[in-house]
Structures are given as C-alpha cells and as structure tokens.
C-alpha cells in the first residue's frame, strides 16, 4: 500500500477529465499553521501587516474554479470561487466575526430575536446606497430590499437557503423575518453569499443576465465580468462602510494549480487562496513570498448516494468505509499542515466533535471489506463513478481512494468536472460517489444539521440523499435549542445516526493555505475560505498593496 500511494502521490494514476475541466526565502506569516494533528484552532485574528497603510493599487487573485455567466447571482453562486467575487460587492444584513462565534452588524444596526426564537426583527441601516446600475442610478437602500430580497433567495436559491424560513415582511420601518420553526443558526446563514441585498429593479430588469451585471451596496463594484476567465471589481466612491484602501481587484481564473503557482513567483498574481501539497514547501521557499496558514472550519468528506441501487446496500457502503484508511488519506493530501484526519461529520475545529464518537467509524480494514462486498453479491467486482472538482486536493484525494477501492476488487471511474456540472449532477441527482468540501461555522448544524436535513436533498449539502421524518425532527429540535449543552447532545444524535446509516467517509478537516506576494498587507485570515478585502470597522481588515 505505501509503494502504492507513493505512486498515487507522484502522479501515476490518472484521472479521467471531463469537458469544464482545466485547470533567498521568505518567512511564514502569523498566523502559523497548528500541527496537523491537534484539533485545536491557530489564532484567526491576528493580521499580517507592516508600515502604513497606502490608497491605491490593484490586488490580483488567483482562483482555483470556474464562474459561468449567471453565478455571480447570490441566488445563484455554485461555489467558494463565487463567494470570493460576490461577497466583495455584496453586503448582507450582518457578518460573522473573524473567530466565527459572533455577529457584528452590517446593513442590519441592531436586531431582536422573540422569546421562541421564531421572529427575528432588523433595524435597516439609514444612508446605505446601491451602486449604481442600468436600472437604477444609485437610490438609498430601503427595507423593503431586505425584505424582499430574503424572499427571493428563500424562493429562488439552488441550495435551499434557509429551508426553516417562511417569509419576511416590513413592519414600522424594520425588517421582520419569521420561522416557521426556530433554528439558532439563522444569523449564520444570513453571512451567506445568497443573503446579499440586491435591487429588485435591477434583478427584474436584467433577469437571466444579472449574475454578469450584479449589483448591491459593498465596498468594490463589478465592472466587467469575463465568464472563466477573470473578474474586475472597482472601489465603490459611495460605499457607506470603511473606504477600501484598494483601487481595483481583479480575480483571475485559473484551474491548474501549477499555472497559478507560477503566475504568484511571476508576480502576474498577488495571491493564490488555495495552496496546497508540495506548492506550500515552494511558497516558503521562494524570496518574495508569504505563507499564511489556518484552520478552517471545513469538511471533506467522499459521499455516498443513498438513493443509487448500488451503494443503496449498506453492506457495500460500509465495505468502502473499511478500505478507507483515512489517516492516510489526510497523511497524503495534506501533508504540509495543510489538513488533519477527521473521522466525524464536523470538522474538528466545531464544538460538536466528540473524539469518543470516532470508535463508531469502521476500523480499517480491507480482509472484512471483501467478505462484505461478498456478503452483498459483488465478490467478483464492482464499477463505480466518483465525481470530483478540479481542486487539486480532492483530486489527491480521490486517487488514493481509487487506489485503495482497487485493493477490494472496486473499479472507480473519476470524473473530474467543473463546479457548474457537479452542481447539475446534485441537482437531477446523478452522482454516485462524490467528493465534497463543506464549509460552515463552529455550529455543527452547519455541517451535520444540513448533511441530513430533507430540506438540504439534492444540494451540495445533502447530495448524500438522505431523508428520515424522525431525524428531521431532531434536526429541528437542535436548530431550536438554545442551550448550548442540550444542543450539543442532540447533534451527537445526528453524528450517530450519520455513522450508523453511513452516508460518507469524512476523512479530513482542512486548512487554509494562502500564497501572497509580500506587497500585500492588511489582511486577516479568518477560519473561512472567503478572504475579506475590505472588512468592518473593528475587524482591521482592509487590504493594501505596495509598489
């Protein structure tokens, strides 16, 4: 098996590639990276700056995914890639904090939640404008926007946004949103992409085209977006919040992790967000370079399609689980404290992971994987599709799987496809395995909540097809609790039921890993993939660059 994975690791199997798919020294900026093997969370909060801050310049930043014509729609976006681009213009009603346990406000000033958690009522920020557009010219925000924005991304969202929402409406000037159960993680999933405020006259008068054309009421504009290729934001002269110290950011698509490492030592790029496997090493290697390292509160995991004839059998499910060595996995992939093993369905920097719970994972072990896929009739073979992103460490990841299924007599196909296919094949429910990364919050609700929430089918939350009445109502039971101990407990019931059935084998908690040119300063890496450029008052986030 070792001779195997050096194999794996230094390019020997190939992946099958389908159409969309492309691809002196310098110190280690705070904050460092915490060993791969602790599950405790590095300092988030400390910024890598020096000097004085300057206006002016251009910040140019390589992303790892495809945007088509349409996602930069919040309703729309498909990926962290979008969320990168639309979370620069866009503003929600309010954002996390760096450490992602609280909120600050942003368009809301102030909100109240009833006593059943069921009504959450907004104050709307007064003297907030829109950027300009073609169908309006710059009008101040109202709370009818917000009202009717929440409604439309309730409605309209690919990924079930806010499935436990019913409706919002504008009473006395405020914005009230009501539940139709209580969820403790709705101030959450308002920081999303898909709650950004837009204008109706703009949605309306766009329609299909307003993902090329968005507008909202943040810090940088969209002035021209290329599909696949690049994206060009401008400061925003009439933005309400901190003034961007930046001029322009530009995001520059490009899939192949060689191509952006290299554009980042040329200085074409100032930034590549997604550094990983021997291209760390490379970046503290390389005189003018800066790496910046932090836990991430997110997941990766390989899913399983429950609804799928084959991998319906749990016996052959759980075959596939025991000729996993997940260790390896994460050993493999993130072997530059990029990632550690996980073996849960949250991610190890959540309150929600128990290590106790991981004696519920099969044991590695590829002798009882055979005599299960025996058990279940496929003792002479089986074929399978796994379908992965072009992110170079699912990709890692994928072949190792492939190479260890091998071993147990499983023939896996990989399908590596842009995130506009994956998130077809969610939709009309055509995977079969699937390698996903999730990202949430500290909440496990974020995670394991929406992993098998009904609500959450045939979205990257749940494309794991998993749908139990019982269990939905423990998923609202634990969204409702406010005692973070009560809460606790019953997400430890969702962790066990997730094993129990086994829809996935979670096998990594991944790292941020960022390559920047050391003329970049203000920044702050928080435990999310998205990089803020241009943060709140008090957050000290407000990127600048120099010459």
């Known amino acids: 098996m070792k001779k195997l994975l050096a194999l794996i690791l230094s390019g020997a199997l190939v992946v099958s590639s389908l159409a969309g798919c492309s691809g002196g020294g310098s110190g280690t900026a705070t904050p460092t990276p915490a060993p791969a093997d602790t599950s405790a969370p590095a300092d988030t909060s400390v910024p890598a700056d020096a000097g004085e801050p300057v206006y002016g310049g251009e910040l140019k930043v390589a992303l790892n995914r495809t945007i088509n014509a349409e996602a930069l ?4 976006a498909n990926s962290t890639t979008c969320d990168q681009v639309c979370l620069q213009y866009g503003d929600t009603l309010v954002q996390e904090t760096a450490d992602a346990v609280d909120y600050l406000p942003s368009l809301a000033t102030d909100w109240t939640i009833s006593e059943d958690g069921k009504v959450y009522t907004f104050t709307i920020r007064e003297g907030v404008h829109f950027q300009k557009g073609k169908y309006q010219d710059g009008r101040e925000l109202t709370p009818e926007d917000v009202a009717w924005s929440l409604n439309r991304a309730h409605e309209e969202s690919w990924w079930g946004y806010l499935p436990f929402f019913d409706h919002a409406e504008v009473q006395d000037g405020r914005v009230v949103c009501y539940l139709e159960n209580a969820n403790a993680t709705f101030l959450h999933e308002l920081t999303s992409t898909s709650g950004i405020i837009v204008p109706k006259e703009e949605v309306e008068g766009w329609g299909e085209e307003f993902g090329s054309h968005p507008i909202s009421t ?15 934001l401008v400061k925003n002269p009439d933005y309400w919040g901190v003034e961007p110290y930046l001029d322009a950011i530009t995001y520059y698509i490009i899939t192949d992790e060689a191509q952006a490492m290299n554009a980042l030592t040329t200085g074409e790029v100032d930034i ?28 990766s ?6 609804s799928d004839p084959v ?16 260790k390896q996995i994460a050993d493999g992939v993130y072997a530059n404290g990029d990632g550690a093993a996980s073996y849960l369905p949250v991610p190890i920097t959540s309150w929600g992971y128990d290590a106790s719970l991981e004696s519920l994972v099969p044991a590695y072990d590829p002798e009882g994987a055979k005599a299960l896929l025996e058990e279940a ?171």
């Open 73 to 76: 729609d919040p309703v729309l």
């Open 218 to 232: 943040g810090p940088f504009i969209i002035s021209e977006h290329v599909p696949d290729q690049y994206t060009k």
């Open 272 to 299: 590549v967000l997604t550094v990983s496997g021997n291209y760390i090493q490379q970046v503290k290697d390389t005189a003018g370079l800066v790496l910046s390292q932090a836990p991430e509160s997110r997941l």
């Open 301 to 306: 995991y390989l899913g399983f399609n429950l």
């Open 311 to 326: 991998l319906s059998d749990k016996k052959v499910r759980d075959a596939i689980s025991m000729a996993i060595d997940r």
């Open 377 to 547: 009739g496929y003792g002479s073979g089986l074929n399978l599709v796994l379908t992965v992103g072009t992110a170079d460490a699912y990709v890692r990841a994928a072949t190792i799987i492939q190479a260890m299924l091998s071993q147990i007599g499983i023939n896996v196909e990989i399908q590596s496809l842009s995130s506009t296919e994956i998130t077809d094949r969610y939709l009309n429910n055509t995977v079969q395995l699937f390698i996903g990364g999730q990202g949430g919050s500290a909440d496990p609700g974020t995670f394991v909540g929406n992993f098998l929430s009904t609500a959450k089918l045939h979205t990257n939350f749940n494309a794991f097809c998993y749908s139990d009445p019982e269990t939905d109502k423990i998923v609202n039971e634990a969204g409702a609790e406010t005692d973070r101990a009560k809460r606790t407990e019953l997400y430890h019931e969702l962790i066990k039921e997730a094993l129990d059935t086994n829809i996935g084998v979670f096998y990594a908690t991944s790292y941020l890993s960022w390559g920047l040119n050391e003329r970049v300063h203000g920044y702050v890496q928080e435990n999310k993939a998205v990089m803020r450029v241009c943060g709140l008052e008090g957050t000290g986030i407000n990127i600048w660059v120099t010459e």
